[in-house]
């Protein structure tokens, strides 16, 4: 069963971060060559090639290195999340203890223990609580209802930070015993980055330091509500998990590296129905989708727009798609793309934009209605 927050949020601030320059398609072919053994080389890249025109995804940013089979990350999570919390203070001229509560959420944290929240805290020297979502392409709706119930419920919080990140190219080995057919999708559609927003509630009288040291009020750039999450996965196998990274399978080491697992027929079969649930739910809320402006769902791959304007009758320009450029970035994805929008002219103060979030590992939809 759905749940709708009925607090909004005013958006205070919002950024994205994409490490290093766009990795092509063909950089990942040469990495396979150049990795792999010549034997199987040739069958690997045909594969990929033939994975890369089905998602239709050109290019990705990753933080890893292709010239080695498994390696550090550089900027690490932590980095990204530090990164997008700057830039949205420096651009509201706000101190870092001016965010009241930092609320993460990722599926390939820094540490398991502690998670990528109080890594970020250290950095930055954030002395104010903070708490981290283990979730992949759903942990926004989830951040966000929860922070629609802090601000303006205790005098000391006004401002709650959310932000995600994903570094899911570290989960990888590039070697012939790793690359099946599920490593070899996790090789072509994953990106790597991270987003977040500002937040503060809609009658808040958060402020912003202006050029000579005294203190206006923040201009919203928009407001957040209609805040949904929901779930169709019980009795479902999960349509994609994180293997030998947790107590179940913490000694299963056939793949050395933990990775990421699919489950295909299962996100087949059910895909879909997440999209299309939470679109029942928000035209209950008195929505329709040819009356909204844009539609924001969750970056799968660069086809999205296209497959829900079949479902739906809706004009495929209507969709905001960037996977085709960055990948799939799990729980950063709707962040990035938020942001982009935002910042690309093309949405109208007073235009409306549905958020479509979709998460196949348990099967778990949700997102909010934006008003620009």
């Given at each position: ?132 979502l283990r979730q992949a392409c759903t942990g926004f709706a989830n951040a966000l209802f929860i922070a629609s119930g802090l601000p303006g419920t ?39 980055g991270a987003g977040g927003v500002l937040l503060a509630a809609c009658d808040s009288g958060v402020e912003s330091k202006t050029g000579n040291g ?159």
């Open positions: 069963m759905v749940k709708f927050s009925e607090q909004p949020l005013k958006l205070i601030a919002s950024a994205s971060i994409l490490p290093g320059p766009p990795v092509t398609n063909e950089q990942l072919f040469a990495a396979l060559v150049s990795r792999c053994s010549a034997r199987s080389a040739k069958s690997k890249v045909r594969r990929a090639k033939a994975i890369a025109r089905r998602l239709a995804i050109t290019h990705r940013h990753l933080t890893r290195n292709l010239h080695t089979v498994v390696c550090q990350l550089s900027p690490d999570a932590p980095e990204l999340g530090v990164q997008v919390l700057s830039s949205m203070l420096g651009e509201r001229q706000l101190d870092v203890q001016d965010i009241d509560y930092l609320i993460t959420h990722t599926a390939t944290p820094h540490t398991q223990i502690p998670g990528n929240s109080a890594w970020i805290a250290d950095r930055i020297g954030l002395h104010n609580p903070h708490m981290e205790t005098n000391s919080i006004n401002t709650v930070a959310v932000c995600g990140m994903e570094v899911g190219s570290v989960f990888f080995e590039l070697a012939d015993h790793f690359l099946d057919e599920e490593q070899l999708l996790n090789y072509m559609q994953m990106g790597d005294r203190r206006g009020n923040l201009q919203s750039g928009g407001i957040i509500s209609d805040i949904y999450f929901g779930h169709i996965g019980v009795g479902r196998d999960p349509g994609f998990h994180l293997a030998g990274a947790g107590s179940s399978d913490i000694i299963d080491h056939s793949r050395g590296v933990p990775h990421f697992r699919h489950n295909g027929a299962m996100v087949k079969e059910h895909g879909a129905d997440l999209f299309l649930t939470a679109i029942q739910c928000i035209n209950e809320r008195g929505y329709s989708l040819h009356e909204l402006d844009w539609i924001l769902p969750h970056q799968a791959n660069g086809r999205i727009g296209q497959m829900l304007s079949r479902e739906t009758g809706i004009a495929a320009g209507k969709f905001v798609v960037d996977a085709g450029e960055l990948g799939n970035l799990g729980s950063a994805a709707i962040w990035v793309s938020f942001d982009r929008l935002i910042r690309s002219g093309k949405l109208k103060r007073g235009q409306k934009l549905l958020v479509l979030g979709a998460e196949a590992t348990k099967y778990m939809y949700g997102g909010f209605i934006y008003q620009h």
